[in-house]
């Protein structure tokens, strides 16, 4: 039992955890909220460790936390800014899968003899933890573009996936009936396997989704084993998560136009997006000086930058070419899509980091309005967010999702690498409008160019 | 009279109370803090640490401290990595004086 003054200490630890998420909310207290959740939580591994200084593997517990201490933060200093989501998404599966272990280990110590409720919550953590252990393996896989970004539909994948759900619940039915550690290591096989099957269906837009949905999963596998080993902070922290990762899942989704159960369910009626139906298609690209002139004659021009801006790590000469713009008496702003790069805000993370100033970035109702009056709209880096299949056509992935109404300008400049559809695997009949024209090139190289063509113009 | 509470009850009221808690404390998120907030959310569940550590330091068998250690690596790696990750998502949100910025190390990761 933990003595009444190390409680009294993961209480505070506790409202220490709900101090961080309401102070994370808001960008003026959000770093402040970060460092009270770092510090409550540090307080409360101190505690453990202090309540449990006799045990004779004090040593070895140490040393596995400095190897994970060191693996942390040595992931969380190196990993790129564009590859963020996918390092939350590494991170939320480690701990998922810590949780199933604890909940496998108190099972093997306490078993049969912790009753109903107990079980309950052992088959709950394993199950749930285990699919967060796996699915964020997978959400990692694909944001990484280790595997395809696409929706992976088995043959028959809907009805293994159901087999293999049903199968776990009759085991963990099982477990709580009467108890049995080899049935329970099963349960983690399936749950395992539940996870991977769970989130190869989910297609490129809807990875984040899925990420913050795992995220609360974890949260409740977390609370659940606040149950099995008694421990009201494990109980409070873990919901916490569970319920603020559920909302902001919801919130996500309504950012991205995409009804949760859709993303969820969906997935299971997918279909293997057809590769580029129109490779042959034609389009009108141009080199660097006649970018630079249709910019140069503008008076309003609004930029649209996506994912591969970032990956181009262009942001900096970006800012260049806006700089040299506004120098000429041109109104320029950028326009963010709630989910322009792989998660809701990331792209205010990316340009944040090249200095680029809040007023200038305008958020997609606000500038919405305003593309009809644009000279000239430049994406640079982006594609389904610019889309327009995503508000007519009722078969494409992406239907239904808000996007930027890049095409309501008098012209349209893409900055791609190629002709390859976006995250979403889309196809995007902007890029085919007369009114478009096309810079093929690294977004760095391209705007470079368009800079230097800028200033003899 | 002293206070008489079925420890089950007692749990599930706390667990009832945090759901609303935790719905409640981040409903008026701005959209540009959606990733940071996730990411500061997901090191809060790497407290499972405490669990692993309870779960360790009592272990009957090598098995399960074998176990143990390593759900200790791994919750360890969720919170320290988790808070670290996301102070440095934040710190590009902070105003700065221009040109102190330092560039960015080589990653591991390709992109």
């Known amino acids: ?195 991977v099957l769970f989130v190869l ?32 902070m494990l109980l409070i922290a873990g919901t916490l998560v569970g319920a603020a990762g559920t909302l902001l899942t919801r919130l996500m989704a309504k950012a991205m136009g995409r009804p949760l159960t859709n993303t969820l369910f969906g997935a299971f009626s997918a279909k293997a997006t057809q590769a580029g139906t129109s490779v042959d298609r034609p389009v009108k690209s141009a080199g660097p000086e006649d970018i630079a002139a249709m910019l ?59 200095d680029v100033p809040y007023d200038q970035l305008k958020e997609m109702d606000e500038v919405n309005p305003e593309f009809s009056s644009a000279d000239v709209a430049l994406v ?38 190629s002709m390859r559809p976006g995250f979403a695997g889309v196809e995007n009949e902007l890029l085919f409008d007369p009114k478009t024209t096309l810079l093929f090139g690294d977004a760095k190289e391209s705007l470079t160019k368009v800079a230097a063509a800028l200033k003899n113009h | 009279m002293s206070i008489s509470l079925d420890t089950g009850v007692a749990l599930a009221t706390i667990f009832i109370l945090s759901i609303f808690v935790g719905y409640e404390v981040i409903s008026k998120v701005s959209v540009i803090l959606h990733t940071p907030l996730m990411s500061g959310a997901n090191a809060i569940h790497g407290i499972i640490l405490v669990g692993a550590i309870i779960v360790t330091a009592h272990a009957k068998t090598t098995l399960e401290l074998i176990f143990g250690l390593l759900a200790i690596v791994l919750a360890t790696i969720n919170l320290v990595g988790g808070f670290a990750v996301t102070e440095r998502m934040l710190q590009m949100f902070k105003a700065r004086p221009k040109q102190t910025k330092a560039p960015e190390p080589p990653g591991p990761t390709t992109s």
């Open chain 1, 1 to 195: 039992m933990t003595p009444v003054w190390a409680q009294v200490i993961n209480l505070g630890a506790a409202i220490s955890f709900i101090v961080a998420l309401k102070a994370l909310s808001s960008p003026k207290t959000a770093r402040w909220g970060n460092r009270i959740g770092a510090i409550g939580a540090a307080v409360a591994v101190a505690v453990v460790l202090i309540v449990n200084a006799d045990t004779k593997y004090l040593v070895p517990i140490l040393v596995a936390i400095a190897v994970g201490t060191a693996v942390g933060l040595v992931a969380a200093q190196r990993v790129k800014i564009t590859a963020m989501p996918q390092m939350v998404a590494i991170f939320n599966g480690v701990g998922g899968g810590a949780a199933a272990t604890v909940a496998v280990i108190e099972f093997f110590t306490v078993g049969a003899t912790g009753g109903l409720v107990f079980l309950i919550a052992t088959v709950f953590t394993v199950v749930v933890g285990a699919v967060s252990f796996t699915g964020s393996f997978v959400t990692f896989l694909k944001l990484q573009e280790l595997m395809t970004s696409r929706p992976v539909v088995l043959p028959a994948g809907r009805w293994v996936t159901i087999a293999v759900a049903l199968a776990a619940a009759v085991l963990s039915v099982w477990v709580v009936v009467a108890p049995s550690a080899p049935v329970l290591i099963a349960l983690l096989v399936l749950g395992l396997l539940l996870g």
């Open chain 1, 201 to 232: 269906p989910v297609g490129g837009a809807d990875v984040p989704i899925i990420i913050s949905l795992l995220n609360a999963f974890t949260g409740l596998a977390v609370a659940a084993s606040g149950y099995v080993l008694g421990n009201v």
């Open chain 1, 296 to 354: 140069g004659f503008a008076q309003k021009v609004i930029i649209v930058p996506g994912y591969g801006l970032a990956v181009a790590q262009a942001q900096q000469t970006l800012r260049e070419v806006v700089d040299m713009l506004t120098a000429r008496g041109i109104e320029v702003d950028y326009a963010i899509h709630p989910v322009a790069g792989r998660m809701p805000g990331h792209m205010n993370v990316l340009l944040a980091e090249a």
């Open chain 1, 380 to 417: 640079v880096g982006a594609n389904d967010v610019v889309n327009p299949s995503a508000r007519t056509d009722k078969t494409s992935p992406i239907y239904g999702m808000p996007i930027l109404d890049a095409d309501a300008a008098q012209q349209v400049i893409f900055m791609k690498r």
